[in-house]
Structures are given as C-alpha cells and as structure tokens.
C-alpha cells in the first residue's frame, strides 16, 4: 500500500541511532516514529514508495523532505535516481504499488519532482545523467544504521508553490462548474494533503482534497451527477477528478446542508469546518441538542468575526478548530489566481 511503511524503514520496533543524522532530519525521523500507528501509516503529506525488502523512499510533502534507505550503496543510489526522475501521478504509474519509476510525463516531458528539487549545482534534473550524478553527490553523505545506507534530499523553499500550480487549472475548471471559491480550493488542497496527489489518511480520504469515497464521493455522483455510485479508489487518486468531487462536494455544503446562513463570509466559514468535521458537528457545536434550526439562527445573529472566533475557540473537535484557523489563512496566498 502506497503509505503504509516498511517496517525496517522507521516502525518503532527498531532502533534508529538518531545521533548519525543532522539535527532536523534526526527530529523529522522521531516524529514518524511516533505518529506511526501499527500498520506504520502516517499523515497524507506522507508518502512512501517502491518498498521492497533492500529498499524503500519516504516523501513529506509538507516539510519538502525525501528520505531514501537501501541496503547497500549501489541500490541506495537507484533508489536516489528513481525517484528524482519519477511521475507520482496514477494515471502513469499503478496507485497501489507505485513500482514503475523512471516514467517522464509525455506532455511536459519533466518527472514529478522537477524544479522542487535541485541537485549540487542549482539545476532541475529531467533525465538519467544528471539524476546520477547527483545521486553520486548525496552518497557522499550517506549514513549506515539498523543494516541500511540513508541520504536525506531537500526539496527547495518554495516547494509548495510549483506543487500546487499542477493542479490550479484544475480548481479553476472545477470552480466555473460549480461556482467555489478557487483560492479556498486550492487552501483546502495544501492542508488537506500538501499536494500529494496519492495521499491516503488512516480513515481512507483519498488523494489531494482527501475524498472519503463512500460520503463526499457518494454526494457528488447522488446530488451532482444524478445517479448512486461510489467512485473508486483509481478514479479519486486522479487529480482532475479529486479536485472536481472536491468542488462539487463543497457545492453541496453550501447550497444545501449548511443553507440559511445569510452572509457570505460566515457560510465560507461553516463550509470549512463541516468539510473537516461534518454539518451534524457544527449544529452540536451550536446547540446543545444539535438542533439545525436553532444552529442557523445563531450563526445569522453573530457577527462574522464572532462566528470565526466561535468555530477556532469553542468548536466541539480541536482538529476541526484548528483546520478552520489553516485554511483560512493559506488562503490569503492563492487571491490572485
């Protein structure tokens, strides 16, 4: 499974000497560590890939971080070139094994990690040659724990940005479809996921806005298509169609289970938090009873700063609380889409 750890990778049955990495990266290694849960799954910035027994690559979009591991240093420089020349995208590669690497998108003739990763001299790397040698540069700092070699990779400081405008013709297409806000999409699609296009939570959302198949995704073909089904796990791990259940689903949100609430600004609100955490909890956050009624009046009696206040300070669930703080200030970023 695509995030699901080796556990030779960093399951918290082995014992990492932490002292052999640098600083930052030793803290990034105790923080999977610890989140990891018995399967070894992690958050869905967290990717990992191409497991196999003598080798295996971990991938935080959030931080702008590969961690790559083999056994010994000619794999370990393989697994370097594999994924620096890479196409992270399902419909080139299998979305369960992710085992075919070296692919180069025919319409961009570029690998997944272009620009987000620069080798020693500064330079995008788009074919073999300079992929190894690269991969030659970074052996020279390898480090050798628990029977396997690591390097660390760092993408560059703007990482998000070229991630994100992958998928911004998408939002925008989506958006003229089902009239959402583009800016809120595409802020909803870097908390969700950090634009990992093959993200996977342990609930099973899937992909860049973290669709849940058999709720959101069930909505969308129900109340915007016209017809049951639920989609796939193929078909919500392709972007342009993550990112259109996505907006459709929001649609829904707003049009349907959270109308009455008047004002522009605080319906946005309440379409961030019940994407997160469900309309039924924004009604028992509300009203001691959950009563829809009462929940909507109270929001049209408060102003748009106190209704904001209300939903990060007094929500019932401290993860929606903080998502509604996230979203709304990685917005800002995408105004002038």
């Known amino acids: 499974m695509l995030v699901v750890m080796s556990a030779v990778w960093i399951s918290s049955a082995v014992a990492i000497d932490f002292q052999d990495y640098d600083d930052d990266v030793a803290a990034l290694l105790r923080e999977y560590q610890s989140q990891s849960d018995a399967m070894g799954s992690y958050n869905p910035s967290v990717l990992s890939f191409n497991e196999t027994d003598d080798s295996n690559t971990l991938v935080d979009f959030e ?17 370097i070139i594999d994924v620096l020349l ?23 003739n570029r690998p997944f990690f272009w620009g987000q990763v620069l080798d020693n001299k500064g330079n995008p790397m788009d ?15 390898r480090v050798f724990d628990d029977g396997r070699f690591r ?15 992958k998928y911004v013709k998408y939002a925008k297409a989506a958006s003229a479809e089902h009239n959402v806000s583009v800016p809120l999409m595409m802020a909803i699609m870097e908390t969700e996921s ?7 939570s342990r609930s099973n959302a899937l992909g860049l806005m973290q669709i849940k198949a058999n709720t959101a995704g069930r909505d969308y073909f129900n109340l915007i298509k016209g017809y049951k089904h639920t989609p796939s796990r193929s078909y919500l791990y392709t972007p342009k169609n993550n990112i259109e259940v996505a907006a459709g689903y929001l ?23 019940s994407y997160n955490g469900g309309a039924g909890n924004l009604w028992k956050s509300l009203d001691k009873n959950g009563n829809k009624t009462k929940a909507i009046a ?18 019932i669930r401290e993860e929606t609380r903080n998502y509604v703080k996230k979203v709304s200030n990685k917005k800002s970023k995408y105004l002038n889409l």
């Open 63 to 79: 931080k702008g971080l590969i961690l790559v591991a083999a056994t010994t240093p000619e794999m370990l420089r393989q697994s």
């Open 86 to 108: 890479t196409q992270i995208d399902p419909s080139v590669i299998d979305a369960k094994t992710a085992q075919d690497f070296g692919l180069i998108n025919e319409k961009t």
């Open 127 to 141: 074919s073999w040659r300079p992929a190894a040698n690269f991969a030659d540069f970074l052996l020279r700092d």
């Open 151 to 165: 390097v660390s990779i760092t993408m560059v400081e703007t990482h998000k940005e070229i991630a994100g405008g």
């Open 194 to 200: 950090s634009f990992n296009p093959l993200a996977r």
């Open 251 to 273: 649609s829904i949100l707003s049009n349907r289970y959270l109308k009455g609430i008047r004002d522009p600004s605080k319906l946005e609100y309440a379409v961030i938090s």
């Open 298 to 315: 109270r929001i049209n009696r408060m102003s748009t700063k106190d209704f904001y206040w209300f939903l990060t300070n007094r929500h």
